[in-house]
């Protein structure tokens, strides 16, 4: 039986913090190994343990691939149901079948993005503090590290989206982003506010950060992948 009025609205706000909260629990648990050392370099930054920061940042970048991308794609296929109208959608098997059926495709767009903003990251760090009389090349080299950073976006919602091979999925979020880029590069400026936020007040960010930005960023993709069918159709009509 429906519940109305402010019952019913109140009945369904806790719905929506039980799905999000949910779903980004999971996706942290998931994502556990990574965090760990994230948290830990910032303690050992504190302290000023500069070789022990470096080391944690060696360990993050080797670990991302194999537990931040899979659980982050498993998290957007979860926002994928929501945006898409299949609000009721059970919450841990959805995340878990995505889990382990995009594992592969993640962790081998994981290890691509890892190791390219990597050399592109110390690329600009030598452009900028080495070969000055090249900074030119570093600001374009941080333009390009911006572009792959912010195509993660439209990577994580592709994954969960569509059947295509990694490399199509690669291609295809890096395309999005430069040819599409006004929703993506919102959906990166509400995800550093919400990160912002979290940073002050940590409950958001175990208990909703990752879920919104994914909710977010899926709805931001959809609309732009609807327009471009949309365009597809005309041109296919035009051309019959």
Not at 56 to 64: D, R, S, T, V, Y
Request: glycine share 4%.
């Amino acid at each position: 039986m429906e519940t109305r009025g402010i019952m019913g609205g109140l009945y369904r706000i806790c719905e929506w913090i039980m799905r999000i909260s949910v779903t980004n629990i999971l996706w942290l648990l998931c994502s556990a190994p990574f965090f760990f050392c994230f948290v830990m370099m910032l303690v050992m930054a504190n302290s000023n343990f500069m070789n022990e920061v470096l080391q944690m940042k060696w360990l993050m970048g080797i670990l991302a691939p194999f537990t931040l991308f899979p659980a982050t794609a498993a998290m957007f296929s979860v926002t994928r149901k929501w945006v898409m109208g299949d609000v009721d959608a059970k919450l841990i098997k959805t995340f878990f079948s995505s889990y382990k059926a995009n594992y592969k495709q993640a962790m081998l767009g994981g290890i691509f993005y890892t190791l390219l903003s990597v050399i592109m990251y110390a690329g600009y760090t030598i452009y900028m503090t080495e070969m000055q009389s090249m900074q030119v090349l570093g600001i374009v080299v941080l333009a390009m590290l911006v572009v792959l950073l912010v195509s993660l976006f439209n990577f994580f919602s592709i994954i969960a989206h569509y059947h295509a091979t990694t490399l199509q999925v690669i291609k295809n979020s890096i395309f999005m982003t430069i040819f599409r880029p006004i929703r993506v590069v919102v959906s990166g400026i509400v995800s550093v506010a919400i990160l912002f936020i979290g940073l002050k007040y940590p409950v958001i960010i175990i208990f909703a950060a990752g879920s919104l930005i994914a909710y977010l960023s899926f709805f931001n993709f959809y609309l732009t992948y609807q327009k471009l069918q949309q365009a597809v159709e005309a041109r296919e009509a035009a051309e019959s």
